[in-house]
Protein backbone atom coordinates (compact mmCIF):
# COMPACT_ATOMS: atom_id res chain seq x y z
CA UNK A 1 0.00 0.00 0.00
CA UNK A 2 2.98 2.39 -0.59
CA UNK A 3 2.23 5.01 -2.95
CA UNK A 4 5.55 5.43 -4.45
CA UNK A 5 5.55 1.77 -5.41
CA UNK A 6 1.72 2.55 -7.11
CA UNK A 7 2.83 5.63 -9.47
CA UNK A 8 0.37 8.04 -11.16
CA UNK A 9 -2.55 5.49 -9.49
CA UNK A 10 -4.43 5.02 -6.37
CA UNK A 11 -2.70 2.95 -3.58
CA UNK A 12 -4.88 0.24 -2.82
CA UNK A 13 -6.20 0.15 0.66
CA UNK A 14 -5.71 -3.48 1.20
CA UNK A 15 -3.77 -5.94 -0.22
CA UNK A 16 -4.67 -9.27 -0.81
CA UNK A 17 -2.11 -12.07 1.42
CA UNK A 18 -1.69 -14.89 -1.02
CA UNK A 19 -1.40 -18.70 -0.01
CA UNK A 20 1.44 -20.90 -1.90
CA UNK A 21 1.39 -24.36 -2.28
CA UNK A 22 4.57 -26.58 -2.69
CA UNK A 23 3.66 -28.12 -6.01
CA UNK A 24 4.52 -31.81 -6.21
CA UNK A 25 1.41 -33.20 -7.23
CA UNK A 26 -0.19 -33.24 -3.83
CA UNK A 27 -2.65 -30.91 -2.35
CA UNK A 28 -5.33 -30.77 -4.46
CA UNK A 29 -2.95 -30.77 -7.21
CA UNK A 30 -3.50 -34.22 -10.02
CA UNK A 31 -1.40 -36.84 -10.27
CA UNK A 32 0.13 -39.08 -7.44
CA UNK A 33 2.00 -39.03 -3.99
CA UNK A 34 5.45 -40.14 -3.59
CA UNK A 35 6.48 -43.58 -4.62
CA UNK A 36 8.73 -45.92 -2.71
CA UNK A 37 11.58 -46.17 -5.01
CA UNK A 38 15.23 -48.59 -4.88
CA UNK A 39 18.18 -46.37 -3.60
CA UNK A 40 19.97 -44.14 -6.82
CA UNK A 41 23.68 -44.74 -7.25
CA UNK A 42 26.32 -43.12 -6.16
CA UNK A 43 27.43 -39.73 -8.12
CA UNK A 44 29.20 -39.98 -11.12
CA UNK A 45 32.80 -38.94 -10.09
CA UNK A 46 33.20 -37.52 -13.76
CA UNK A 47 30.55 -35.25 -13.20
CA UNK A 48 32.06 -33.73 -9.91
CA UNK A 49 33.03 -30.88 -11.51
CA UNK A 50 29.75 -29.68 -12.62
CA UNK A 51 28.26 -27.03 -10.65
CA UNK A 52 31.19 -26.79 -8.99
CA UNK A 53 31.78 -23.46 -7.18
CA UNK A 54 27.73 -22.64 -7.58
CA UNK A 55 25.19 -22.34 -4.55
CA UNK A 56 21.82 -22.87 -5.03
CA UNK A 57 19.38 -21.61 -2.43
CA UNK A 58 16.40 -23.80 -2.09
CA UNK A 59 13.27 -22.49 -0.63
CA UNK A 60 11.29 -25.25 0.50
CA UNK A 61 10.17 -27.39 2.81
CA UNK A 62 13.55 -27.13 4.39
CA UNK A 63 16.03 -30.68 5.10
CA UNK A 64 15.60 -33.73 6.70
CA UNK A 65 18.02 -33.10 10.12
CA UNK A 66 19.73 -36.80 8.64
CA UNK A 67 19.98 -35.92 5.38
CA UNK A 68 23.23 -35.52 4.89
CA UNK A 69 23.67 -38.81 7.49
CA UNK A 70 21.62 -41.03 5.55
CA UNK A 71 22.42 -39.65 1.86
CA UNK A 72 26.41 -38.79 2.40
CA UNK A 73 27.12 -39.57 -1.22
CA UNK A 74 24.43 -37.84 -2.94
CA UNK A 75 24.20 -34.74 0.00
CA UNK A 76 26.59 -34.85 2.97
CA UNK A 77 28.60 -32.08 2.70
CA UNK A 78 26.97 -30.05 0.30
CA UNK A 79 24.92 -27.90 2.74
CA UNK A 80 25.56 -26.13 6.16
CA UNK A 81 23.06 -27.67 8.41
CA UNK A 82 20.92 -25.27 10.80
CA UNK A 83 18.26 -25.68 12.98
CA UNK A 84 15.78 -23.57 11.36
CA UNK A 85 16.21 -24.96 7.95
CA UNK A 86 15.27 -28.66 9.37
CA UNK A 87 12.03 -29.48 7.57
CA UNK A 88 9.69 -31.21 10.49
CA UNK A 89 8.43 -33.97 8.39
CA UNK A 90 5.88 -36.24 10.54
CA UNK A 91 2.57 -35.41 11.48
CA UNK A 92 3.21 -38.21 14.70
CA UNK A 93 5.27 -41.05 15.03
CA UNK A 94 6.85 -41.38 11.37
CA UNK A 95 3.94 -40.70 9.93
CA UNK A 96 4.74 -38.34 6.95
CA UNK A 97 2.81 -34.76 6.41
CA UNK A 98 1.44 -34.37 3.28
CA UNK A 99 4.41 -32.84 1.81
CA UNK A 100 7.31 -33.84 4.24
CA UNK A 101 10.67 -34.42 2.68
CA UNK A 102 9.67 -32.52 -0.32
CA UNK A 103 12.35 -29.92 0.10
CA UNK A 104 15.20 -33.03 0.38
CA UNK A 105 13.84 -34.52 -2.76
CA UNK A 106 14.37 -30.88 -4.89
CA UNK A 107 17.78 -31.06 -3.42
CA UNK A 108 18.41 -33.97 -4.67
CA UNK A 109 17.42 -33.38 -8.02
CA UNK A 110 20.04 -30.15 -7.88
CA UNK A 111 22.79 -32.21 -7.31
CA UNK A 112 21.66 -35.09 -9.63
CA UNK A 113 21.72 -32.32 -12.51
CA UNK A 114 24.87 -30.98 -10.82
CA UNK A 115 26.61 -33.01 -8.48
CA UNK A 116 29.15 -30.30 -7.64
CA UNK A 117 26.93 -27.91 -6.14
CA UNK A 118 26.26 -26.70 -2.93
CA UNK A 119 22.47 -25.62 -1.62
CA UNK A 120 21.48 -23.10 0.98
CA UNK A 121 17.99 -24.64 2.41
CA UNK A 122 15.18 -22.62 3.64
CA UNK A 123 12.02 -22.96 5.23
CA UNK A 124 9.17 -21.33 2.99
CA UNK A 125 6.54 -24.43 3.49
CA UNK A 126 5.17 -26.28 5.96
CA UNK A 127 5.42 -30.33 5.69
CA UNK A 128 1.87 -30.23 4.35
CA UNK A 129 3.13 -27.73 1.57
CA UNK A 130 1.54 -24.55 3.27
CA UNK A 131 3.32 -21.12 2.89
CA UNK A 132 2.30 -17.42 2.20
CA UNK A 133 3.97 -14.64 1.01
CA UNK A 134 5.30 -13.36 4.29
CA UNK A 135 6.89 -16.88 4.88
CA UNK A 136 8.88 -16.90 0.95
CA UNK A 137 9.75 -13.43 1.41
CA UNK A 138 11.55 -14.35 4.73
CA UNK A 139 12.65 -17.40 3.10
CA UNK A 140 14.71 -15.72 0.29
CA UNK A 141 15.70 -13.11 2.66
CA UNK A 142 17.82 -15.67 4.78
CA UNK A 143 19.49 -17.17 1.98
CA UNK A 144 23.05 -17.18 2.41
CA UNK A 145 24.88 -13.95 -0.16
CA UNK A 146 26.89 -16.67 -1.89
CA UNK A 147 23.60 -18.39 -3.72
CA UNK A 148 23.73 -17.43 -7.31
CA UNK A 149 20.59 -19.73 -8.28
CA UNK A 150 17.77 -19.78 -6.44
CA UNK A 151 15.07 -22.28 -7.40
CA UNK A 152 11.50 -22.38 -6.10
CA UNK A 153 9.60 -25.42 -6.32
CA UNK A 154 6.20 -24.15 -5.20
CA UNK A 155 3.10 -21.39 -6.47
CA UNK A 156 0.22 -19.52 -6.23
CA UNK A 157 -2.60 -18.69 -7.92
CA UNK A 158 -3.94 -14.72 -8.01
CA UNK A 159 -7.52 -12.73 -7.59
CA UNK A 160 -7.57 -11.19 -11.33
CA UNK A 161 -4.14 -13.73 -11.95
CA UNK A 162 -2.01 -10.10 -10.93
CA UNK A 163 1.32 -10.78 -9.47
CA UNK A 164 0.98 -10.92 -5.46
CA UNK A 165 3.48 -7.44 -4.48
CA UNK A 166 5.27 -8.79 -1.58
CA UNK A 167 7.28 -11.38 -3.25
CA UNK A 168 7.30 -9.61 -6.87
CA UNK A 169 9.02 -6.92 -5.01
CA UNK A 170 11.24 -9.35 -2.84
CA UNK A 171 12.10 -11.27 -6.17
CA UNK A 172 12.72 -7.56 -8.38
CA UNK A 173 15.23 -6.51 -5.34
CA UNK A 174 17.82 -9.50 -5.58
CA UNK A 175 20.74 -8.67 -7.45
CA UNK A 176 21.33 -8.76 -10.90
CA UNK A 177 23.08 -11.63 -11.56
CA UNK A 178 21.38 -14.00 -9.72
CA UNK A 179 19.17 -16.66 -11.25
CA UNK A 180 15.31 -17.58 -10.34
CA UNK A 181 13.54 -20.54 -11.37
CA UNK A 182 10.17 -21.76 -10.39
CA UNK A 183 7.87 -24.53 -11.54
CA UNK A 184 4.98 -23.86 -13.38
CA UNK A 185 2.69 -25.73 -11.27
CA UNK A 186 0.35 -29.21 -11.64
CA UNK A 187 -3.08 -27.24 -12.05
CA UNK A 188 -2.85 -28.47 -15.63
CA UNK A 189 -3.78 -25.03 -17.26
CA UNK A 190 -2.87 -21.94 -19.03
CA UNK A 191 -3.37 -19.45 -15.84
CA UNK A 192 0.11 -18.12 -14.82
CA UNK A 193 1.29 -18.96 -11.53
CA UNK A 194 3.58 -16.83 -9.43
CA UNK A 195 6.21 -16.18 -8.96
CA UNK A 196 6.89 -18.51 -11.66
CA UNK A 197 5.09 -16.00 -14.28
CA UNK A 198 7.27 -13.18 -13.38
CA UNK A 199 9.53 -12.00 -15.81
CA UNK A 200 12.42 -11.96 -13.98
CA UNK A 201 11.83 -15.92 -12.85
CA UNK A 202 12.61 -18.84 -15.27
CA UNK A 203 9.13 -20.66 -15.48
CA UNK A 204 9.28 -24.22 -15.81
CA UNK A 205 6.48 -26.81 -17.02
CA UNK A 206 7.09 -30.73 -16.80
CA UNK A 207 7.03 -32.98 -19.84
CA UNK A 208 6.80 -37.04 -20.34
CA UNK A 209 9.55 -39.15 -21.92
CA UNK A 210 9.36 -42.38 -23.23
CA UNK A 211 12.63 -43.07 -23.63
CA UNK A 212 12.02 -41.89 -27.01
CA UNK A 213 10.29 -38.76 -27.15
CA UNK A 214 8.98 -36.09 -25.00
CA UNK A 215 5.55 -35.05 -24.48
CA UNK A 216 3.57 -32.45 -22.39
CA UNK A 217 2.64 -33.68 -18.89
CA UNK A 218 -0.87 -33.31 -18.45
CA UNK A 219 -0.83 -31.85 -14.85
CA UNK A 220 1.64 -29.53 -16.05
CA UNK A 221 1.12 -25.89 -16.26
CA UNK A 222 1.71 -24.22 -19.48
CA UNK A 223 1.42 -20.50 -21.68
CA UNK A 224 3.58 -18.05 -23.20
CA UNK A 225 4.82 -17.33 -19.87
CA UNK A 226 6.69 -20.66 -18.63
CA UNK A 227 10.53 -19.93 -20.04
CA UNK A 228 11.27 -23.81 -19.93
CA UNK A 229 10.42 -27.74 -19.84
CA UNK A 230 11.72 -30.61 -18.13
CA UNK A 231 10.90 -34.71 -17.54
CA UNK A 232 9.14 -33.95 -14.41
CA UNK A 233 9.00 -37.51 -12.89
CA UNK A 234 11.99 -38.30 -11.25
CA UNK A 235 13.70 -40.39 -8.42
CA UNK A 236 15.68 -38.77 -5.95
CA UNK A 237 16.96 -38.42 -2.06
CA UNK A 238 14.01 -38.27 0.30
CA UNK A 239 13.11 -39.38 4.25
CA UNK A 240 12.30 -42.42 6.38
CA UNK A 241 8.74 -43.15 7.54
CA UNK A 242 4.97 -43.96 5.94
CA UNK A 243 2.63 -41.83 4.20
CA UNK A 244 -0.85 -43.14 5.68
CA UNK A 245 -3.40 -41.87 2.61
CA UNK A 246 -7.22 -42.92 2.90
CA UNK A 247 -8.47 -45.63 0.32
CA UNK A 248 -4.52 -46.92 -0.51
CA UNK A 249 -2.05 -49.07 1.35
CA UNK A 250 0.44 -47.29 3.63
CA UNK A 251 3.56 -46.23 2.07
CA UNK A 252 7.02 -46.74 3.78
CA UNK A 253 10.15 -45.22 2.49
CA UNK A 254 13.44 -45.79 3.44
CA UNK A 255 15.26 -42.91 2.13
CA UNK A 256 14.09 -42.92 -1.75
CA UNK A 257 11.42 -41.94 -3.51
CA UNK A 258 10.11 -41.40 -7.16
CA UNK A 259 7.64 -38.50 -7.85
CA UNK A 260 6.44 -36.77 -10.05
CA UNK A 261 5.37 -32.95 -10.55
CA UNK A 262 6.72 -29.50 -12.03
CA UNK A 263 8.45 -28.74 -8.48
CA UNK A 264 11.64 -31.46 -9.77
CA UNK A 265 11.52 -30.27 -13.30
CA UNK A 266 12.40 -26.74 -11.62
CA UNK A 267 14.51 -28.31 -9.51
CA UNK A 268 16.39 -30.57 -12.53
CA UNK A 269 16.78 -27.00 -14.72
CA UNK A 270 18.00 -25.40 -11.67
CA UNK A 271 21.01 -27.68 -11.51
CA UNK A 272 21.60 -27.64 -15.18
CA UNK A 273 21.77 -23.96 -15.03
CA UNK A 274 24.61 -24.57 -12.58
CA UNK A 275 26.33 -26.96 -14.58
CA UNK A 276 26.48 -24.40 -17.72
CA UNK A 277 27.72 -21.90 -15.17
CA UNK A 278 30.87 -24.03 -14.71
CA UNK A 279 30.92 -24.99 -18.05
CA UNK A 280 31.38 -21.31 -19.30
CA UNK A 281 32.60 -19.23 -16.53
CA UNK A 282 29.67 -17.22 -16.62
CA UNK A 283 27.53 -15.45 -13.35
CA UNK A 284 23.99 -16.84 -13.39
CA UNK A 285 22.44 -14.21 -15.60
CA UNK A 286 24.76 -15.15 -18.47
CA UNK A 287 23.74 -18.91 -18.05
CA UNK A 288 20.20 -17.73 -17.60
CA UNK A 289 20.70 -15.87 -20.85
CA UNK A 290 22.06 -18.40 -22.56
CA UNK A 291 19.86 -20.88 -21.58
CA UNK A 292 17.01 -19.05 -22.96
CA UNK A 293 18.56 -18.08 -26.18
CA UNK A 294 17.82 -21.63 -27.70
CA UNK A 295 14.78 -22.59 -29.90
CA UNK A 296 11.90 -22.96 -27.53
CA UNK A 297 10.42 -26.97 -27.83
CA UNK A 298 6.80 -25.54 -27.91
CA UNK A 299 5.67 -22.07 -27.49
CA UNK A 300 3.39 -23.29 -24.82
CA UNK A 301 6.48 -24.93 -22.69
CA UNK A 302 9.74 -22.78 -23.70
CA UNK A 303 12.99 -24.62 -23.99
CA UNK A 304 13.67 -28.17 -23.16
CA UNK A 305 16.09 -28.60 -20.68
CA UNK A 306 17.43 -32.09 -21.18
Not at 67 to 95: I, Q
Request: charged residues 15%.
Amino acid sequence: RNPQQWPGQQPPKVQPHHVFVGFGNIMGNPGSPPEPADPLPPPDPTRRHEGAGVTVGVCDTGIWASAGAFHPAWLGGSYLPELDDVDPLYLYDDVLALQGGHGTFVAGVIRQAAPGIRFDPETALSPTGIGDEASLVAALGRLDSSVSIINLSLGCFTHDDVPPLPVANAVAALPPQVAVVASAGNAGTSRPSWPAALDRVVAVAALQYDGKSYSPAPYSGFGSWVDACAVGHRTSTYVKGELVLPGVPVRNFDGFAAWLGTSFAAAHVSGRLAAIMTATGMDAAGARSLLLSQPRWHPAYGVLVP
